[in-house]
Nanobody, 113 residues
Framework: VQLVESGGGLVQPGGSLRLSCVTS????????MFWVRQAPGKSIEWVSL???????QYTDSVKGRFTVSRDNAKNTLYLQMNTLRPEDTAVYYC????????RGKGTLVTVSS
């Protein structure tokens, strides 16, 4: 199983980023997939999930700002992040479970002026 995230970087408050996660080694289209994040000095936090059917859920702090999507033909998961805040600064991981036990190596998102 491989999960490879990309798309992170430095962005000013109010800006946007789009994260991608290319997966392989498992039947992606049949799995519920997750984005989790870990801010400096904090534990991993669940951010969003997308069911294999396309239904989505979000943690309260990102509702209305983040959108998770998937392309099953490309085995790829996405996270569109808008109106970013400094408190969104974290390493973002795609994962096969809510706690992020089976996750990729992550991509760093830094929101700062």
């Amino acid at each position: 199983v491989q999960l490879v995230e990309s798309g992170g970087g430095l962005v000013q408050p109010g800006g946007s980023l789009r994260l991608s996660c290319v997966t392989s080694g498992f039947a992606f289209s049949k799995y519920q997939m997750f984005w989790v994040r870990q801010a400096p000095g904090k534990s991993i936090e669940w951010v969003s999930l997308i069911h294999w059917s396309g239904s989505t859920q979000y943690t309260d702090s990102v509702k209305g700002r983040f959108t998770v999507s998937r392309d099953n033909a490309k085995n790829t998961l996405y996270l569109q992040m808008n109106t970013l805040r400094p408190e969104d600064t974290a390493v973002y991981y795609c994962a096969k479970d809510r706690r992020g036990i089976e996750r990729g190596k992550g991509t760093l998102v830094t929101v700062s002026s």
